[in-house]
C-alpha cells in the first residue's frame, strides 16, 4: 500500500476487465460523479478511512507517528480525537454501534475503541495487512489488505469468516452499502461497485475530474475516502491530504 506507485501497465490490468461469458456476470456499469457541493478537509490528513455513524463523520489517517482517528461533524473540527502511538499506521474504520474498529496497516493488529470516546478498548491480531474496512447489515465485517481479495470477519472477535475474489488488485479503502461494497482503487480515481455475495464488479466510478479541482502539493495525495452519507443516495469523497471533500453522486457516464 505504501510501495513505489505502479506502473501503467500494473494499473491497465488492475482495471482492465474481460467480456463476460454468456450466463456469467455482465460488464460493469460505467459511472462518474456529479459534484453537489464541497466541504473543507485538513490538508494534513493523510486520510485511510473515512465513515458516518448517524450526523458523525469518522475520519482514520495513516503515517507512522501522525496517525489519528477523528470524530466530528462533516466539513467541520473534529470534536474528539484519538492519536496512535509511534510507530503505528492508522487504516480504515468502521463503527458498530457503541464500539468501532480501526485497522493498522503493517502492526498485525486491529484496535477495538469506545465509538463516543475514541479510548482504546482491545487490540486483536490479524495476519497480513490491513487496508480497508466497512460493515453490512448484520454487522459482518469486510476487509481489504491491499490485494483482489475481500475478507469477511466476526464483528466481535475478528475472526476470519469467508473470502470473496474480486478480480482487481489494489483494492484499497471501503464502504458497504447494502449488498454492494465500493471500494477505491490505490493510486487510482477509480471506485468499483462490488457484489459482496459474488465478488462480481457491478460498476466502476470514474473520480478523475475530482483531483483536477485539487491544489496538489505531493505524489501520495490518491483518492482515498468514501463515506456513504445516511438516509441518501450521496456519498463524501476525499483523499489524502486532499484541502477538500466532496459531495457527491454516481451517475451514469456519458460515452
Known amino acids: 500500500m505504501r510501495t513505489p506507485i505502479i506502473t501503467t501497465l500494473l494499473v491497465a490490468a488492475a482495471l482492465g476487465g474481460c467480456a463476460s461469458a454468456p450466463g456469467q456476470e455482465t460488464s460493469p456499469e460505467q459511472l462518474t460523479v456529479q459534484v453537489v457541493s464541497t466541504l473543507p478537509h485538513d490538508p494534513a490528513a493523510f486520510t485511510e478511512g473515512l465513515e458516518f455513524?448517524?450526523?458523525?463523520?469518522?475520519?482514520?489517517?495513516?503515517?507512522?507517528?501522525?496517525?489519528?482517528?477523528?470524530?466530528?461533524?462533516?466539513?467541520?473540527?473534529?470534536?474528539?480525537?484519538?492519536?496512535?502511538?509511534?510507530?503505528?499506521?492508522?487504516?480504515?474504520?468502521?463503527?458498530?454501534?457503541?464500539?468501532?474498529?480501526?485497522?493498522?496497516?503493517?502492526?498485525?493488529?486491529?484496535?477495538?475503541?469506545?465509538?463516543?470516546?475514541?479510548?482504546?478498548?482491545?487490540?486483536?491480531?490479524?495476519?497480513?495487512?490491513?487496508?480497508?474496512?466497512?460493515?453490512?447489515?448484520?454487522?459482518?465485517?469486510?476487509m481489504s489488505n491491499g490485494s483482489a481479495q475481500l475478507t469477511f470477519r466476526d464483528p466481535k472477535t475478528f475472526a476470519v469468516t469467508g473470502a470473496v475474489d474480486v478480480g482487481r488488485d489494489q483494492l484499497n479503502e471501503l464502504e458497504c452499502v447494502g449488498g454492494d461494497v465500493y471500494a477505491n482503487v490505490w493510486h487510482t480515481d477509480t471506485i468499483l461497485r462490488v457484489d459482496a455475495a459474488t465478488g462480481h464488479v457491478t460498476g466502476m466510478i470514474d473520480a478523475g475530474q475530482l483531483r483536477a479541482q485539487l491544489n496538489r502539493t505531493g505524489t501520495e495525495d490518491v483518492l482515498n475516502g468514501i463515506a456513504a452519507i445516511p438516509g441518501t443516495d450521496e456519498f463524501l469523497l476525499t483523499g489524502k491530504q486532499w484541502q477538500v471533500t466532496f459531495r457527491v453522486r454516481f451517475v451514469p457516464k456519458n460515452d
Open 53 to 142: 455513524a448517524g450526523d458523525t463523520l469518522y475520519e482514520s489517517t495513516g503515517l507512522a507517528g501522525q496517525s489519528t482517528l477523528t470524530a466530528g461533524p462533516a466539513g467541520g473540527p473534529p470534536t474528539t480525537t484519538a492519536t496512535l502511538p509511534s510507530p503505528l499506521f492508522g487504516e480504515g474504520v468502521t463503527v458498530l454501534g457503541p464500539t468501532l474498529w480501526q485497522l493498522t496497516w503493517q502492526d498485525g493488529f486491529a484496535i477495538e475503541r469506545d465509538a463516543k470516546t475514541l479510548a482504546e478498548l482491545r487490540r486483536v491480531p490479524f495476519q497480513g495487512e490491513g487496508w480497508g474496512l466497512c460493515h453490512q447489515a448484520g454487522g459482518r465485517l469486510v
